[in-house]
């Protein structure tokens, strides 16, 4: 009998890694679930398998693929085909690879008896805590056709807004990224072209010629030392950015940026209230539902004031008053969840919050986008100009050289 490492969490939201023994992974799922645990990683003991596990470098399933899935199998389920053969259909039709073998395995364990939220379960680097709970939660009141339209509806959103955010930066980097390329050449190629020029002109040169013609020296001799530290610095700053102390620094760091701090705080509060709407729409408990929010905000101070919400909770409290003293909320949106709590719509009202804070994003990319293009020109400009007046420079000052 096989042996599965998993890793789950408690009622109490406390961290556990063990093994257990099960005949397939399914059933090792079922057993966890049966002691009231939450799965967040499985697999397999012995062997290198990715089934369940995510491992830097493998391919992964977009959010793209993800949302046509939940589409289709939406469409398959209303349409009354049996969801293994669903399933198999669309493992079949996947376009990618990752994704295929995915559905593969949720479909074995499916016929072997799991509930599709077990299945889905085994795979969390591809179907999200949130995705699983409603899954579960349309299982268990019989309204699953209507559980994966609502997913579709969320993740839809979800793929709109990143690229819509994507689309908005990829002008401003695309400058960037060839300035730099032209800078390069011209400290690289062009730049020593007039190092002989200027060869024999010693102390005369002006400064600012000077300053170029030995940055242009310097790279050519350590251009590779550049790339590699330049390198090196990128997967470093990358490790640190992962690190607890390393996102609470960016965070405080773009927070307080006027613009992209705001739209990084909206962005947020759109993905939190998004998710908070879909869950308790879907039936799935507030305190299970501010849980996976947590993961979904990107903001540490945001995680805090939700994990506050859960204590105040539990201790009988409504959810507006901490959201409000948390200070990461505006009153709007404390109003309006007060609002939905007093009326029993919450799920709307946080529907609502979502949709108007989407508008504000939209608000938000606009102004900075035209802030950012602009600014960047500028500092380009300065840069290739102040390269390209110290290499003309001496040529205009040639006759008081003479004289």
């Known amino acids: 009998m096989p042996t599965f490492v998993y890793r789950v969490k408690t009622r109490e939201g406390g961290v556990r890694q063990g093994e257990l023994e099960a005949v397939d992974q399914g059933a090792a799922l079922r057993a966890l679930r049966q002691q009231d645990l939450f799965v967040t990683r499985i697999r397999e003991k012995p062997g290198f398998s990715t089934e369940g596990w995510s491992f830097p470098g493998t391919a992964r ?33 996947a376009s990618s690879s990752a994704l295929q073998a995915v559905l593969r395995a949720v479909k074995q364990n499916v016929e072997s008896g799991s509930s599709l939220a077990d299945a889905l379960q085994g795979h969390p680097a591809v179907f999200t805590p949130w995705y699983v709970s409603m899954i579960q939660a349309g299982e268990e009141s019989g309204t699953l056709d209507r559980t994966f339209g609502r997913l579709a509806q969320h993740l839809d959103k979800v793929v709109r807004l990143r690229q819509q955010v994507k689309l908005a930066l990829a002008y401003p980097l695309l400058v960037v990224i060839v300035a ?34 030995a940055l242009s020296r310097w790279l050519q001799e350590q251009w590779v030392s550049v790339l590699l530290g330049v390198v090196g610095l990128g997967m470093g700053g990358r490790l640190w950015a992962k690190t607890r102390s390393g996102r609470r620094m ?85 109003n309006m969840v007060g609002v939905g709590e007093a009326t029993g719509s919450l799920d709307t009202a946080l529907g609502n919050i979502a949709d108007l804070f989407e508008r504000e994003v939209d608000r938000d990319v606009a102004a900075f986008t035209a802030v950012l293009e602009p600014l960047i020109i500028v500092v380009l400009g300065i840069g290739i100009g102040f390269i390209v007046v110290a290499m003309y420079l001496p040529i205009f000052s040639m006759p008081s050289v003479f004289d």
Request: net charge neutral.
């Open 61 to 93: 399933v977009s959010q793209n693929d993800l949302l046509v899935f939940t589409y289709q199998l939406e469409a398959l389920i209303k349409a009354g085909v049996p969801l293994a053969q669903s399933l198999d259909m669309l493992a079949t039709q």
């Open 250 to 334: 960016i965070e405080d760091v773009v927070l307080r940026v006027p613009l992209l701090g705001k739209l990084w705080r909206n962005v947020a509060m759109v993905h939190v209230a998004r998710t908070l709407s879909v869950l308790l729409g879907s039936g799935v408990p507030i305190l299970r539902s501010l849980e996976i929010a947590q993961k979904v905000s990107g903001l540490q101070r945001m995680v805090r004031a939700l994990e506050e919400a859960r204590s105040s909770i539990r201790e009988g409290h409504t959810l507006a008053d901490p959201l409000e003293r948390s200070g990461m909320f505006p009153r709007l949106v404390s």
């Open 180 to 213: 730099l390329l032209v800078l390069w050449v011209l400290l690289i190629w062009v730049i020593p072209m007039f190092a002989t020029m200027f060869a024999d002109w010693g102390d005369a040169l002006p400064w600012s010629t000077a300053v170029v013609l």
